[in-house]
């Protein structure tokens, strides 16, 4: 199990890691975290919820992504209110009191799901979440220490270097554990390090005597290596300096945005800077307007008039800058939103932002679904791309209609239930090409798409793009990742901890 002295101090890349580093030694190996707090979540095969970190993980360890491997997700939609997941499908809203009662049903699931994934694969990988030492929340806690003991499984404590403070954050977070719970934590791991490790000796001795715990490793910050975040706080870092950009993207970042990791290939691409806005004065004028998902459309919404941005994206539109709606930003671009069940908000209608003659109505019930299907309308930003495959997924609340629009793509398969008519296309797209909604997520990780979209663009703006697309697949990236963290860390003790027989993986 990898735990982590807070969010955000590398958990989700290191088991990623490890995943793939014991599938390359021959294991049958699966990732678990009992219980995930993010709106960045992921469709399984069967139409099932999980968290979007826990199908990167699986996909490092060249397995399907299930249910069980996330079994509870927690999905924010005000400040004390989230929407619980559990095993895959939407069991309640629920207020933070509210949810306390719940625990003694989600950890059936949780040690039920753990139990099914131990009894089919070699090894189960597991992921904490924020910290153990959360004094507060450790008497109801189900997926920190509670899962390390239930499993019986060594723990790995985690901490992040680059931010400073790492020592006392693991010799503090040892201290507020009880003595059974301490006794579970086989090794520290230091976390995103620059420079010279020589001049940790000193610091890493001391912990070693002080703590009685062995440091594992001490892994290097890297920069060419593409794995997705898993948390939004990812977004609120300061960007690295980047070399010019041929191209501007500006993605809205809603209170509530979800599956940010949609525009990660965006970012990725030579020649395109890709940033994320937050207030009006921020927008300026980019060549393109990404409105991001969002878990809670209408209250997002409301935020974006409030803020002025709304009304900057029409000024952006009416000088010819292009726009695309990614699910909950789709919604928003049409002229009207209905919630008569009080599904999204308190408001039981809004207007949107008027971009595309659209209608939403929020209904009760959720779509899930994973998609294989192909580009219908070649034309406008779609220029060049007509013809092309495309897969991803639908995660949304609310159906989309109008009249007058371009429909953008044709649904092939949708992995859980039958395409029909009614089912077979998906998106808008305005009679000039410039403003394109859609539900899909995972758009523009398809390479040609992406490419056609990007070359559009530049060709609009009058500019010349590098060669697009070196991106590696993300088997690739696992693989560099996998080298990496397995040059860091003493595998050696590692495979002692599990009992594994690393010569009898393959």
């Known amino acids: 199990m990898v735990q982590g002295t807070a969010s955000h101090v590398g958990k989700s890349v290191l088991v990623s890691a490890l995943c793939r580093i014991l599938r390359q030694d021959g294991f049958r190996v699966a990732p678990f975290k009992a219980q995930n707090m993010s709106n960045n979540s992921y469709v399984t095969r069967d139409g099932g919820e999980i968290g979007r970190a826990q199908a990167v993980q699986a996909e490092a360890a060249g397995v399907e992504a299930r249910v069980e491997m996330n079994p509870v997700l927690l999905k924010p939609e005000a400040d004390h209110i989230a929407q619980v997941v559990r095993l895959g499908r939407p069991l309640v809203s629920a207020q933070v009191r509210d949810y306390f009662a719940l625990k003694a049903q989600l950890w059936e699931s949780v040690h039920t799901s753990l139990d099914t994934l131990r009894s089919e694969y070699d090894i189960v990988v597991i992921e904490g979440a924020g910290s153990p030492a959360e004094i507060n929340l450790k008497a109801t806690e189900i997926v920190n220490m509670r ?38 934590i086989q090794g520290f791991v230091i976390n995103k390090f620059r420079g010279d490790a020589s001049l940790l000796t000193d610091g890493l001795t001391m912990l070693e005597q002080r703590t009685g715990v062995p ?20 977004l609120d870092l300061p960007a690295r300096p980047a070399g010019p950009a041929a191209l501007d993207i500006a993605v809205v970042q809603l209170p509530h945005i979800s599956n940010f990791d949609d525009f990660d290939p965006l970012a990725r691409e030579p020649g395109v800077g890709l940033r994320y806005v937050a207030a009006a004065a921020d927008l ?69 932002l008027g971009l595309l003659p659209l209608t939403t109505v929020f209904a009760g019930t959720k779509e899930t679904h994973r998609i294989q299907g192909e580009v219908a309308e070649g034309s406008g930003l779609l220029a060049g791309a007509g013809g092309l495959s495309l897969s ?59 490419q056609a979209m990007l070359r559009e663009l530049a060709r609009r703006k009058g500019v010349a793009l590098p060669t697009l697309s070196g991106l590696s697949d993300m088997d690739a990236e696992f693989d560099k990742l996998a ?11 590692i495979y002692r901890m599990t009992g594994l027989n690393r010569d009898l993986g393959s």
Request: aromatic share 6%; hydrophobic share 40%; net charge negative.
């Open 147 to 184: 899962v390390a003991r239930y499993a019986d499984a060594p723990v790995l404590l985690c901490g992040d270097i680059d931010r400073g403070g790492v020592f006392a954050a693991l010799v503090g977070t040892l201290e507020l554990l009880e003595p059974a719970e301490r006794a579970t």
């Open 215 to 234: 440091v594992l490793g001490v892994v290097h910050h890297f920069r060419d290596i593409h794995i997705p975040e898993e948390d939004s706080v990812a």
């Open 284 to 352: 300026g004028q980019p060549d393109l307007v990404i409105l991001p998902g969002s878990k809670t459309t209408m209250p997002d919404l409301m935020w974006l008039e409030g803020q002025g941005i709304g009304q900057a994206i029409r000024d952006r539109h009416r000088a010819g800058t292009a726009i695309v709606g990614i699910c909950g930003g789709y919604q928003m671009l049409g002229t009207r939103l209905y919630d008569p069940e009080g599904i999204e908000s308190t408001r039981p209608e809004m207007d949107g």
């Open 392 to 450: 991803g997924y639908e995660i949304h609340m609310g159906r989309t209609t109008g009249e007058g629009v371009g429909i953008p793509f044709r649904i092939n398969d949708r992995s859980d239930i039958a395409v029909t008519s009614a089912t077979a296309f998906d998106g808008s797209m305005d009679a000039a090409g410039q403003v394109l909604g859609t539900y899909i997520h995972g758009l523009f990780h398809n390479g040609g798409l992406r």
């Open 483 to 493: 080298d990496w963290v397995r040059s860091s860390l003493q595998m050696d003790a």
